[in-house]
């Protein structure tokens, strides 16, 4: 089976862009999670959805962030406009409705704001 | 509030010996556990969980962990390294349901 996939893998962009991250779940899931991973505060939640509805925001940085999940089997996060400082690992994480299933997590992406 | 301490930022170890990565937490309620671990550059991949029953979990590639209530702890071990072991490692705790909260990980390497 087809893992949770992130795209772009990689992304520089100058800071001002708008940035966006896609998520596409594992088939079957209805929990889907969107974390970040920086060096100085380690794995954070940004936010979390069940059943594409947003549950817990309390993560999102700043009103810069946004997330949506328009369907069981997509996600984005957007970033408007990027800053340096959001430079970090993003990952997406998937998972069943029952809350004794692990989460499985994509392969993240890399975003660079110069 | 609800917290995860993983108190060694590095450890090394040498290739066969045995392995002990450190997990506590703070939660009210009884947690479910998790360790993961991250090779460079890729995502997070589960080892091992506990959710309820015996305290002593098995995981894949030879860990396993071990529930102590009292200590608060969740310590991940392995009875011989490989050297394909060296990655990070994160602790992490969650009610159903809910998101994780991790550790800030702890890196391992692997000399021979």
């Known amino acids: 089976d087809a893992g949770v996939i992130q795209s772009p893998r990689h992304e520089v962009t100058e800071m001002g862009q708008e940035v966006t991250l896609r998520c596409k779940p594992i088939?079957?899931?209805?929990?889907l999670f969107w974390y970040r991973q920086t060096m100085m505060r380690g794995l954070e939640l940004l936010i979390y959805?069940?059943?594409?509805?947003?549950?817990?925001d309390s993560g999102m940085p700043e009103d810069r962030f946004s997330a949506k999940m328009p369907n069981a089997s997509f996600s984005t996060l957007k970033i408007q406009p990027s800053e340096p400082r959001d430079s970090a690992v993003y990952f997406c994480?998937?998972?069943?409705?029952?809350?004794?299933?692990?989460?499985?997590f994509g392969d993240g992406t890399r975003l660079s704001i110069l | 509030a609800q917290s995860v301490t993983q108190p060694d930022i590095h450890i090394t170890v040498s290739e066969g010996a045995s392995l002990e990565l450190r997990c506590n937490y703070s939660?009210?309620?009884?947690?479910?556990l998790f360790w993961y671990v991250q090779s460079p550059g890729q995502g997070l991949q589960l080892l091992l969980k506990?959710?309820?029953?015996?305290?002593l979990v098995q995981g894949i590639k030879g860990f396993e962990a071990e529930f102590k209530r009292s200590q608060s702890s969740f310590n991940l071990r392995k009875p011989s390294v490989h050297w394909s072991d060296a990655a990070e490692y994160f602790c992490a705790v969650s009610q159903a349901g809910t998101a994780l909260i991790f550790g800030k990980g702890t890196t391992l390497s692997v000399s021979s």
């Open positions: 506990y959710f309820s029953g015996d305290t």
């Open positions: 939660y009210g309620a009884t947690p479910y």
């Open positions: 959805f069940n059943n594409n509805v947003p549950i817990d």
């Open positions: 994480a998937s998972r069943g409705l029952d809350g004794n299933q692990p989460q499985h």
């Open positions: 088939s079957g899931h209805n929990s």
